[in-house]
């Protein structure tokens, strides 16, 4: 993989893991339009742990408050916060341990892809129309295990981790600023969990430059889309990347018709 490659990736993966549009489908589908080989799930979760530090940054004062009450005033609001969120973390961890198999290889086909794409798109659109612009859901047990359930079905590329998690709790009644937020903190303990298994099976070695280059644009990239969407969903809806899913889904189906 050359630096240039590495470093597409790394944007593709930043654009992915934040925008409702599947990062992992993105990095599955890039060597398959190029009729190369995939460069492997430890490229792809070096590419995750960037976006992780990414999130951590941009909600730095979030987190040491949610941390911070968590340890010491743990019946506060941003206290339960801590625990809600580790809770959610459960559901998508065990469907990653017992489903590992069938993730790498039958979830990764690109008719697989296209599919989900296109189905979860339509249900964004239509959780989307639910949006409460006030926000009256409340982070509570119910609500965040409900979101949690909906994480673990973004193992299989072409759902989304935000796009399903953002559903979920537009669904709930969460406004859209709330569900991107919620969204982007439960990332935090998933791709820390993938991050830290996945570590474990790297050596020096496997820290070459493509995977530094592609690691730094992913980190900075990320910050980037985090603002930007952050931002965007104040005033639009989630309807340009539904339309977008929508199209790519098709452009997948065609291409594979085409070759087959």
Known sequence: MSITEA?????????????????????????????????????????????????????????????KDGLTRPKTRE???????????????????????AIETVFRSPLSIAACLMVFAVILWLADRKADPAGRADI???????????????LMP??????????????????????????????????GGAAVLELAHLSLADITAPLVWGFISAFLGALLVIGGLMKYIKTHSFNVFVVYRLLLGLVIFGWYWHLH
């Not at 993105?26 to 992780?52: E, I, N």
């Not at 206290?79 to 489903?99: D, I, N, Y």
């Not at 989304?160 to 439960?186: D, E, H």
């Open 158 to 191: 072409g759902v989304s981790r935000s796009g399903i998690t953002i559903t979920a709790a537009l669904f709930l009644g969460f406004s859209r600023s709330q569900s991107a937020r919620i969204s982007f903190l439960l990332s935090a303990p998933v791709i």
């Open 79 to 101: 206290g339960k916060t801590l625990w809600l969120l580790a809770l959610a973390t459960v559901p998508a961890g065990l469907a990653g341990v017992l489903g590992q198999d």
């Open 7 to 67: 470093v597409i990736l790394g944007l593709l993966q930043a654009l992915g893991e934040f925008l409702p549009i599947s990062s992992s489908a993105h990095l599955v589908l890039l060597p398959f339009f190029r009729g190369v080989q995939y460069q492997g799930v430890s490229f792809d979760v070096m590419l995750h742990l960037a976006t992780l530090l990414a999130v951590l940054l941009y909600f730095a004062k979030d987190w040491f408050v949610i941390i």
């Open 140 to 154: 509570n047990l119910k609500n965040l295990l409900i979101i949690g359930c909906a994480q673990a079905l973004a």
